[in-house]
């Protein structure tokens, strides 16, 4: 059994029996750094758990396509992606992001963020949201890449079943091949 909490600092709490690993964002926005003194973290990794290989990229993270490609490159099934953003643009960036990632690396991502306001803490008088869940785009999968989504800005519980031998399959038999076609011959990421 795993679950995932949040946590202040732009941290993640990843508790799987018997473990329990924080987790801080690689990058720190601008205005992060500025308002509340935030810095990135240095850990990128994927965790095994009984639904699959699972990676976490939080919020900014997801806008920077290395990050993902390094956890496609540890066989990562399912990419989550919590966030926070306060404008339907900030959203739309993660979202957009998010649904490029779950195209170029051939798996399932999850973004849930937090909707509503808290007038009396800075930088948090705002927020937008839409939790949902992205496919690859190919034969086995909805059309949009869309498998699941919440009403836009509302507070919900969004559930939606993923198959991870749907991935295997496309991973062979797709009409492309974003993980195996890269031209490595050419280019290489590395982690430090």
Same mark, same amino acid.
């Given at each position: ?12 709490i990843y508790c799987?029996?018997g473990?329990i ?15 509340w ?13 009984d ?7 939080? @919020? *900014?993270?997801?806008?920077?396509p290395?990050?993902?490609? $390094?956890?496609a490159d540890e066989? &990562? !099934? +399912? ?12 959203y739309?960036r993660?979202?957009?992001?998010a ?7 051939? @798996? *399932?991502?999850?973004i ?5 306001? $808290?007038?009396?803490?800075?930088? &948090? !008088? +705002?927020?937008?949201?839409?939790s ?18 919440a009403t836009p800005?509302?507070?919900?519980i ?7 031998? $749907?991935?295997r ?17 050419l280019?290489?990421?590395r982690?430090?």
């Amino acid at each position: 059994m795993s679950s995932l909490f949040f946590a202040k600092q732009k941290s993640l709490i990843y508790c799987e029996v018997g473990r329990i690993l924080p987790l801080r964002g690689i990058s720190a926005t601008p205005d992060e750094a500025k308002v509340w003194g935030m810095q990135g973290g240095n850990q990128i990794k994927t965790f095994d758990t009984d639904c699959g290989k699972i990676g976490i990229l939080i @919020c *900014y993270d997801s806008e920077f396509p290395e990050l993902s490609r $390094l956890l496609a490159d540890e066989g &990562m !099934d +399912i990419l989550f992606v919590p966030f926070l953003t306060d404008t339907q643009n900030g959203y739309s960036r993660v979202r957009y992001c998010a649904q490029a990632r779950a195209i170029e690396n051939e @798996c *399932y991502v999850a973004i849930a963020g937090s909707v509503g306001n $808290l007038p009396n803490v800075q930088n &948090m !008088d +705002i927020q937008y949201a839409q939790s949902m869940v992205f496919t690859p785009y190919d034969f086995s999968f909805p059309s949009n890449g869309i498998k699941a989504e919440a009403t836009p800005n509302t507070e919900m519980i969004l559930i939606a079943d993923v198959d991870i031998d $749907l991935l295997r399959e496309l991973h062979q038999f797709g009409a492309v091949k974003n993980l195996k076609d890269r031209r490595k011959d050419l280019f290489e990421l590395r982690k430090k």
